[in-house]
């Protein structure tokens, strides 16, 4: 008996509605070379996005929520293309982020603190309804 891999093949629609970027953005990705490889099309000249497609633009849109610049994000991309040698660089470059995200959570964390002391101050000075 042998287990029929299946792969959800999606339109550039729903690969957008799936991950909250638009098709514009979607495309300028591809354009950018940001994709790991190009994105299949139909007969039609339709993109046809796969799982592995769409797991790909997920991860990229969490780097870009992390505020990794375009260019980090294609050095990222470049260093995945290259292969299993290229996995301490891949590594380095993602170690190099996480610190800079945790950096950026510290100072949101602290201006949150500061905006919720604002908030106490003025409910304690706002007048009872």
């Given at each position: 008996?042998?287990?029929?891999?299946?792969?959800?093949?999606?339109?550039?629609?729903q690969v957008a509605e799936?991950?909250?970027?638009?098709?514009?953005?979607?495309?300028?990705?591809?354009?950018?070379?940001?994709?790991?490889?190009?994105?299949?099309?139909?007969?039609?000249?339709?993109?046809?996005?796969?799982?592995?497609?769409?797991?790909?633009?997920?991860?990229?849109?969490?780097?870009?929520?992390?505020?990794?610049?375009?260019?980090?994000?294609?050095?990222?991309?470049?260093?995945?293309?290259?292969?299993?040698?290229?996995?301490?660089?891949?590594?380095?470059?993602?170690?190099?982020?996480?610190?800079?995200?945790?950096?950026?959570?510290?100072?949101?964390?602290?201006?949150?603190?500061?905006?919720?002391?604002?908030?106490?101050?003025y409910q304690g000075k706002?007048?009872?309804?």
């Open positions: 008996m042998t287990i029929e891999r299946t792969t959800s093949v999606l339109t550039i629609s799936l991950t909250g970027l638009s098709t514009h953005t979607l495309r300028y990705y591809e354009r950018a070379g940001l994709m790991l490889a190009p994105i299949d099309r139909a007969p039609s000249r339709q993109r046809r996005y796969s799982d592995a497609d769409v797991s790909f633009v997920r991860f990229l849109t969490m780097l870009r929520a992390t505020s990794m610049p375009i260019a980090q994000v294609r050095e990222y991309v470049d260093l995945v293309r290259a292969g299993d040698g290229a996995t301490p660089e891949r590594l380095e470059l993602l170690l190099r982020h996480r610190i800079a995200v945790k950096a950026q959570l510290d100072e949101i964390t602290t201006s949150l603190a500061a905006i919720d002391y604002k908030i106490t101050t706002a007048p009872r309804l």
